[in-house]
T-cell receptor
Framework: DVKVTQSSRYLVKRTGEKVFLECVQD?????MFWYRQDPGLGLRLIYF???????EKGDIPEGYSVSREKKERFSLILESASTNQTSMYLC??????????????FGEGSWLTVV | GESVGLHLPTLSVQEGDNSIINCAYS??????FIWYKQESGKGPQFIID?????DKRQGQRVTVLLNKTVKHLSLQIAATQPGDSAVYFC???????????FGSGTKLNVKP
C-alpha cells in the first residue's frame, strides 16, 4: 500500500522559530512535493523535488526552504516562522511521467500554528 | 499559476441521490486531470483520473466527464452515501508533468 508519512500532525511554534516538517515515502518515488492548504485558496505548491538533492520552487516558496538528502525523505524548513505561515502543510510523492493511475499520493497533513 | 476553478463551493444532496461536482480549467494544453476527495482532518485521496484523449471514465460509483471544448470537468457520484461527505478537488496537469494545480474544492454535504 502507498504510504506518505508526515511525522508531525499538530505543531505550535513561536514567531521567529526555525521549524522542520518531515515527510517520508515508502514507494521509491522520484518526485516529492510540499503544498500548503488554506481555506478558499486550495492547495498551493511550495517546493518540489524530482531527485535527491534536486529541488525546484513552486508558486509560493518565499519563507521556506527544503532538503532532500535521501530519496525517501523530503523536509520543509521554515527558517523564521511567522504568523502568516499558520496553515496545513501537505507532503506528496509521485513517480515521473504520465500514465493512467500515476498520480500524486498525499500524506495526512501537518497542522502548524505560529503564535 | 493556472486557474482551476469550481462552480460551487458547497453542494448539498440527499442520501441516495446522484451528485455532480463541476470544475473549470483554463489551459487547453492540459492533458491529464485528477479528482481527489479530502475528508475532514485528512490528506487528499485519489478518486479517479482522465486523460485528454478520453471524454468519460468510470470507476466504482464515480464517473468523470471531460469536455475539452468548454474546458470543463465533472465528477458524478451515483447513489451518494453519507461517507461521501467531503471536499472534492480537481487537479490539472499543464505543461510540466511534474506539477499539478488544484482548485479550491467543493464541499459535498450528504443529508440523511
Amino acid at each position: 500500500d502507498v504510504k506518505v508519512t508526515q511525522s508531525s500532525r499538530y505543531l505550535v511554534k513561536r514567531t521567529g522559530e526555525k521549524v522542520f516538517l518531515e515527510c517520508v515515502q515508502d514507494m521509491d518515488h522520484e518526485n516529492m512535493f510540499w503544498y500548503r492548504q488554506d481555506p478558499g485558496l486550495g492547495l498551493r505548491l511550495i517546493y518540489f523535488s524530482y531527485d535527491v538533492k534536486m529541488k525546484e520552487k513552486g508558486d509560493i516558496p518565499e519563507g521556506y526552504s527544503v532538503s532532500r538528502e535521501k530519496k525517501e525523505r523530503f523536509s520543509l524548513i521554515l527558517e523564521s516562522a511567522s504568523t502568516n505561515q499558520t496553515s496545513m502543510y501537505l507532503c506528496a510523492s509521485s513517480i515521473p511521467g504520465l500514465r493512467s493511475g500515476n498520480t500524486i499520493y498525499f500524506g495526512e497533513g501537518s497542522w502548524l500554528t505560529v503564535v | 499559476g493556472e486557474s482551476v476553478g469550481l462552480h460551487l463551493p458547497t453542494l448539498s444532496v440527499q442520501e441516495g441521490d446522484n451528485s455532480i461536482i463541476n470544475c473549470a480549467y483554463s489551459n487547453s494544453a492540459s492533458d491529464y486531470f485528477i479528482w481527489y476527495k479530502q475528508e475532514s482532518g485528512k490528506g487528499p485521496q485519489f478518486i479517479i483520473d482522465i486523460r485528454s484523449n478520453m471524454d468519460k471514465r468510470q470507476g466504482q460509483r464515480v464517473t468523470v466527464l471531460l469536455n475539452k471544448t468548454v474546458k470543463h470537468l465533472s465528477l458524478q457520484i451515483a447513489a451518494t452515501q453519507p461517507g461521501d461527505s467531503a471536499v472534492y478537488f480537481c487537479a490539472e496537469n499543464p505543461y510540466n508533468f511534474n506539477k499539478f494545480y488544484f482548485g479550491s474544492g467543493t464541499k459535498l454535504n450528504v443529508k440523511p
